[in-house]
């Protein structure tokens, strides 16, 4: 099994900034990518950043030229980097991990949420 643990949400003003980290733990075998999705009440859990194993990265539009996704491989620790954040970026941010535990199949792990809220 992989363990997830999320930090760095909060309140921010309309402008500012979070960084978001993600610390994977447990009998890791492989991690195939990190990334974070975010969900609003009412709406369906959405893509903002993806990082791959060769270190290729996906945003949603919504956040590109925005937010900035990184990883330690050390440390198996995914972070995300908002800037510029807007309103409409508030939300419950979720922490994936695509990996595979020693003696499991490959799988998605998920972390137990961290609220971002963007209001002045």
């Known amino acids: 099994q992989v363990q997830l643990v999320e930090s760095g949400g909060g309140l921010v003003q309309p402008g500012g900034s979070l960084r978001l980290s993600c610390v994977a733990s447990?009998?890791?075998?492989?991690?195939?990518?990190m990334g974070w999705y975010r969900q609003v009440p009412g709406k369906e859990r959405e893509l903002v950043a993806t990082i791959f194993i060769d270190d290729t990265m996906t945003y949603s539009d919504s956040v590109q030229g925005r937010f900035s996704i990184s990883r330690d491989n050390v440390k198996n620790t995914v972070f995300l980097q908002m800037n510029s954040l807007k309103p409409e970026d508030t939300a419950a941010y979720y922490c994936n991990v695509d990996a595979r535990s020693v003696g499991a199949a490959r799988r998605q792990y998920w972390g137990q949420g961290t609220q971002v809220t963007v209001s002045s």
């Open positions: 447990g009998r890791i075998f492989s991690i195939y990518s």
